[in-house]
C-alpha cells in the first residue's frame, strides 16, 4: 500500500525558514515522482516542486522558485522541501503525493499524481 505523510509544518514569521518532511512507503521509490503541493483557504490546489529519483529531475513552481529547494534522502525514501524566506502567502496546508507515470518539470500541476497523504499547515505570519 502506497503511503505518504507529510510532516514539519508549523507558525514562522514572515522571512523564516522550514524544513517539511515526506516520508513514504509501499512502493519502490525510484519509480515514482514525488511531488509537493499547497492548498490556501479559499484557493485552488497548487503545484509547489516535484522530483523523481530515477534520474533526479526536480521542477518547481513559479511562486516558489529561488526560495524553495525539494531534495531527498534515498535510504530514508523521504522526499524534503526545505523553504526559506516565507512569505504570508505561503500559508497554506502542504501536502506530499506520488505517481509512477507523473511528468515532473517546472509546470507542477496534480491532475496526474494519484497518491497523496494528508497534509501539514504551514503559517507564516506577517
Known amino acids: 500500500e502506497v503511503q505518504l505523510q507529510a510532516s514539519g509544518g508549523g507558525l514562522v514569521e514572515a522571512g523564516g525558514s522550514l524544513r517539511l518532511s515526506c516520508a513514504t512507503s509501499?512502493?519502490?521509490?525510484?519509480?515514482?515522482?514525488i511531488g509537493w503541493f499547497r492548498q490556501a483557504p479559499g484557493k485552488e490546489r497548487e503545484g509547489v516542486a516535484c522530483y523523481r529519483s530515477y534520474d533526479g529531475t526536480i521542477g518547481y513552481g513559479g511562486s516558489v522558485k529561488g526560495r524553495f529547494t525539494i531534495s531527498s534522502d534515498n535510504r530514508f525514501k523521504t522526499v524534503y522541501l526545505q523553504m526559506n524566506n516565507l512569505k504570508p502567502e505561503d500559508t497554506a496546508v502542504y501536502y506530499c503525493?506520488?505517481?509512477?507515470?507523473?511528468?515532473?518539470?517546472?509546470?507542477?500541476?496534480?491532475?496526474?499524481?494519484?497518491?497523496w497523504g494528508k497534509g501539514t499547515l504551514v503559517t507564516v505570519s506577517s
Open positions: 503525493a506520488a505517481d509512477p507515470s507523473y511528468y515532473c518539470s517546472d509546470y507542477v500541476e496534480d491532475s496526474n499524481m494519484n497518491y
Open positions: 509501499g512502493f519502490r521509490f525510484d519509480d515514482y515522482a
